[in-house]
């Protein structure tokens, strides 16, 4: 699969694929590195690295006016993966001149600063374990002009950003990274893998050395650590990223910022060609906006739906506001906390995040309740005869259901249970780029969607309820499915509000049920 038309809008590789022909009129290199068909086709051979790297050079010559040797033992970077994060990244911070950066672990080519320096004017500190990458990055910066604009610092392999900035006071205002995507030799070489066995082979050589590829744990630990040093440095760099190389480490990393209190985060796809790459990015910054991802892989499924009832018992008014009171009044019921997302003239928003099933077996706690009740008054026979009517309510097709009430108990709403969930600055931005993206575009909300005080390990599930106004006039209630433990748990919430809604004078044959 080509995933050229997700590449990054302004990537200039996007519509203008590099000329092999007029490459190779012009740069002696390249030409001996190509072929030339009966049909005057030009062709490049991608599993030989010397051929990788007259492409990379020349291109870096041709697009950037970017002199740059490269080692043929070491990884050869491809110019349109590299400029999907840096543009990325833009989008993150803005174009801002002489933006001070750092580059976890430059490589030979020093790939990122050069880029970065060139495009944008931006400064970097950037760092290098490997000897012999250290020496070509530097030759590099120096045959650029550009000693005084980066500055490449020997590392270890344990390094990463305290060791570097430590005992300064220096801000930065963001890091990147492209770690070590294996955890062993095994796994590098494809040995040991989750791929499908009917995945083609990669098309290109891979040319990195054992440490550029191999790292203890993998990218999921090397990007883990970088996290544990953010939680030290903070806001002393503003945004922190790294490209990852597998999709199955996204969730785990992801897991990982919600153990640590990281709410702030987003992920994207950085496409081109037939390969695919992930970013992730993480900020204790409030102010900072992440792009939505170009990419979706699977098509988000529609909203469930169900229109209200104009005749319904609870409605004071047939309305938008309405309708929301009456929403709110039962979530407030069944104590889960909610807070309002959306506000506009056809529609609003709210967001749920249920961690105890209050909703199943309502008419055993009825019924529970009314048998409490009259136990405790001596009047059996009087609790018989309303479940007696209650059963005959259910026999001619009518709700058996109670009308929520509005909560007047103090405690309850001192409790902050079942009611709206104040937000603080940090928590207004939990699900930020990652929320929008699994939502439809009809159901993008203002606020992102917060878990309030609910810790991960406690919540059930997370959704967007959306109360709509069609376009025939009728008010649609809609339940997006955000994240949790079993979408069931959300149609049962649905349900219950079936059951509530409900106009008691109409037949259920003739209730609305678009599963859309």
């Known amino acids: 699969m080509a995933f050229n038309k997700f590449m990054h809008p302004r990537n200039i590789y996007k519509q203008n694929k590099p000329d092999f022909k007029a490459l190779a009129i012009k740069y002696p290199e390249f030409r001996e590195v190509v072929t030339q068909d009966v049909t005057g086709k030009i062709n490049l051979d991608f599993k030989d690295a010397k051929s990788l790297k007259a492409l990379t050079r020349c291109l870096l010559k041709e697009d950037f006016e970017l002199d740059v040797d490269l080692p043929v033992d070491r990884l050869i970077p491809t110019i349109p993966l590299r ?24 490589g030979s080519a020093c790939i990122y600063p050069l880029l970065g320096n060139k495009l944008n004017g931006w400064t970097f500190l950037a760092t290098e374990a490997d000897e012999t990458n250290y020496a070509y990055a530097t030759k ?33 205002v963001f890091c990147m990274c492209n770690p070590p ?12 893998t989750t791929k499908n066995d009917n995945r083609p082979e990669p098309r290109s050589v891979s040319t990195a050395s054992e440490s550029e590829c191999i790292a203890s744990g993998g990218e999921v630990h090397f990007v883990n650590k970088i996290i544990d040093e953010s939680l030290i440095l903070k806001t002393r760099i503003r945004v922190y990223t790294s490209m990852l190389g597998k999709k199955t480490s996204i969730p785990e990393i992801k897991k990982y910022l919600i153990k640590n209190k990281i709410i702030h985060y987003a992920s994207t ?46 409605l004071k008014e047939y309305s938008l506001s309405g309708c929301e009171t009456v ?25 749920i995040t249920p961690s105890i099933d209050t909703w199943s077996h309502q008419r055993r706690k009825r019924r529970d309740k009314v048998h409490s009740e009259c136990s405790s008054e001596g ?19 009518e709700s058996d259901v109670v009308p929520a009430k509005k909560q007047k108990d103090d405690n309850l709403r001192d409790s902050g249970i079942g009611m709206p969930v104040e937000l603080s600055p940090n928590h207004n931005v939990e699900m930020s780029a990652d929320s929008l993206t699994q939502s439809t575009k009809d159901l993008q909300l203002d606020q992102p969607c917060s878990s309030g005080n609910v810790s991960s390990s406690a919540l059930l599930f997370k959704c967007y309820i959306n109360i709509r106004r069609q376009k025939n006039k009728a008010i649609a209630l809609e339940m997006k499915w955000i994240e949790g433990k079993s979408k069931e748990l959300m149609h049962q919430v649905m349900q219950h509000f079936k059951n509530r809604l409900v106009s008691k004078c109409m037949p259920p044959k003739q209730l609305t049920d678009i599963h859309s």
């Open 83 to 106: 400029l999907n994060y840096l543009l990325w990244l833009e989008d993150i911070v803005g174009k801002t001149l002489s933006l001070r950066s750092i580059d976890i672990g430059a």
């Open 140 to 172: 590099n910066i120096q045959k650029n002009n550009l000693a005084n604009q980066i500055t490449v610092t020997k590392t270890t392999s344990n390094d990463t950003l305290l060791a570097v900035i430590e005992g300064t006071d220096e801000e930065f």
């Open 181 to 192: 995507f294996y955890s062993n030799s095994l796994e590098a070489q494809g040995l040991i």
């Open 269 to 314: 796809e950085f496409c081109q060609g037939r390969t695919m790459r992930w970013g992730i990015a993480w900020t204790f910054d409030s102010t900072v906006q992440f792009p939505k991802p170009m990419f979706t892989e699977e098509k988000a499924k529609p909203p469930v739906t169900y229109t209200i009832p104009e005749s319904c018992d609870l």
């Open 327 to 351: 929403i709110k009044d039962i979530l407030i019921d069944l104590q889960i906390p909610f807070t309002k997302a959306r506000s506009l003239t056809e529609e609003i928003g709210l967001c």
């Open 379 to 397: 009047c059996s026979g009087l609790g018989n005869a309303v479940i007696a009517d209650k059963r005959k309510h259910n026999e001619t097709g």
